[in-house]
């Protein structure tokens, strides 16, 4: 039986919620029994995709769907070039990080060139963001000698014992440690004009002195750049040096988590850090690196790395495999020979101003925000109040999915549009996703008015 905390989800398969045909309802047993009862699936009537081709999902009837939330695949579905890569290294060679290799080498080199402006100086690689967060605090409890960690209040930051720990987004069938700190994210849009550097600041210096007073010295604060699960929240630039500021004095660490921001998806530089002008002492990275091919990392100072490199052999058998590097290293060149980051600033700028017009024609949409090509839709019941609509957003996404687009849902009131395409996506795709929303909003907005009817 699936747990009663799916009901929250505006984008899961509910058994008995929705009728599936039969064939889906047949693989979908069959999943439960060989798979176990801890996976989900999206939507109210899932999908069966058998292909992928750049930003497209192709079901097994042959239908397209355009992926608009899958930035695993950054680059697009079965890129060429990373194909290409992986299929010329594996013919090669497969073998791990205790031989000498030059791919890993010039990844590496790549990869601190993205970040001239800091003192990162080395790469350590892992298989999955996951990993590269939980090894990142490994690394910070040894360079601080303490074990708090402060996060805001719907962050996701992996699956790990330890970090699963300081992902408050799990939910609370997954307690948070005593050595975590939760602060407010800092949502703009809710703030009611306030200094939201400095109340973040404020928060973040209250969670330091909390911790302190129990006695529990801190060891970092950790942030994804773009405040990804806790609704999208990429403004104004700037705000994040206060808090990082703060940290740093108490003897703590930054972190900037770049699973899900980095890699040119703001449209402004590769990584989202970059547009506070802070210094992170680790920079986690994950999801877009090897466009599906399983290949995570870090970026961290000599100082930052010096205690742990003493006292802790690193090896993990398939981190920094000859094959995943060569698919991370082909992402990167891509970026930089189709000027991708560009691109993703100019289609997101698109698809932000005519989400943004819709606000016009739709009371629902309370406000719209985004960086390249990373926008979320803020759907409220009520502009005063900027009450959650949280059952319009699941109206939405599954709407969307029927007309063939497929996006998700994040923030604590589950009422945030997730748009995050692939870093390929054209002008031509962002009309369609804008057109696609207006009907769904259109559609989900009336079947709301009709169900108000009947209760009234």
Not at 372 to 399: A, H, Y
Request: with cysteine; hydrophobic share 40%; proline share 4%.
């Amino acid at each position: 039986m699936k747990s009663t905390t799916d009901l929250n989800m505006v984008n899961a398969y509910i058994p008995g919620l929705a009728d599936v045909e039969p064939a889906t309802a047949e693989m979908i047993q069959r999943r439960d029994k060989l798979l176990g009862p801890a996976y989900r699936l999206m939507y109210e009537h899932p999908l069966h995709i058998v292909r992928g081709e750049g930003v497209w999902l192709i079901d097994s009837e042959g239908r397209r769907y355009l992926d608009i939330y899958n930035n695993v695949t950054s680059l697009g579905h079965c890129h060429p070039a990373v194909s290409e890569a992986i299929c010329k290294q594996v013919q090669t060679l497969a073998t791990n990080t205790r031989y000498l290799h030059d791919t890993i080498l010039e990844l590496a080199e790549r990869l601190l060139a993205t970040v001239p402006e800091t003192e990162l100086a080395h790469l350590m690689l892992t298989c999955t963001g996951s990993e590269a967060n939980d090894l990142a605090y490994r690394i910070a409890k040894i360079r601080t000698g303490g074990t708090g960690i402060i996060v805001t209040e719907t962050a996701y930051h992996g699956i790990t014992d330890a970090v699963s720990l300081f992902s408050p987004s799990l939910g609370t069938a997954v307690d948070l440690g005593p050595h975590v700190r939760m602060v407010p994210a800092p949502r703009q849009y809710h703030a009611d004009g306030a200094d939201l550097g400095d109340r973040f600041t404020r928060d973040v210096e209250a969670a330091i002195a909390d911790l302190q007073r129990h006695g529990i010295k801190p060891a970092a604060l950790i942030v994804d750049s773009l405040f990804t699960s806790d609704g999208i929240l990429p403004g104004p630039t700037g705000f994040l040096k206060g808090a990082v500021d703060a940290i740093k004095r108490s003897g703590g660490l930054f972190i900037a988590d770049e699973v899900q921001p980095g890699f040119g998806r703001t449209g402004e530089h590769m990584w989202g850090f970059q547009r506070h002008g802070v210094i992170p002492d680790i920079v986690t990275m994950g999801k877009p690196m090897g466009n599906g091919q399983p290949i995570a990392g870090l970026l961290a100072t000599t100082d930052v790395l010096e205690e742990f490199g003493q006292r802790s052999r690193y090896f993990n058998t398939f981190a920094g495999n000859t094959v995943s590097c060569a698919a991370a290293l082909a992402v990167l060149k891509t970026i930089e020979k189709d000027d991708l980051i560009a691109h993703a600033r100019e289609v997101g700028k698109r698809l932000l101003d005519g989400i943004s017009a819709l606000g016009d024609r739709h009371q629902a949409i309370g406000n719209v925000r985004g960086a390249g090509l990373f926008v979320g839709v803020e759907l409220v019941s009520d502009r005063q109040s900027r009450t959650p609509d949280r059952w319009l957003t699941s109206q939405v996404v599954n709407r969307m999915r029927q007309k063939g687009i497929l996006l998700s849902a994040c923030a604590m009131g589950h009422n945030v549009l997730k748009i995050r395409p692939p870093l390929v996506l054209t002008r031509e795709h962002a009309g369609m996703i804008i057109s696609a929303i207006d009907e769904a909003l259109k559609d989900a907005t009336a079947a709301k008015d009709v169900q108000s009817n009947k209760r009234s």
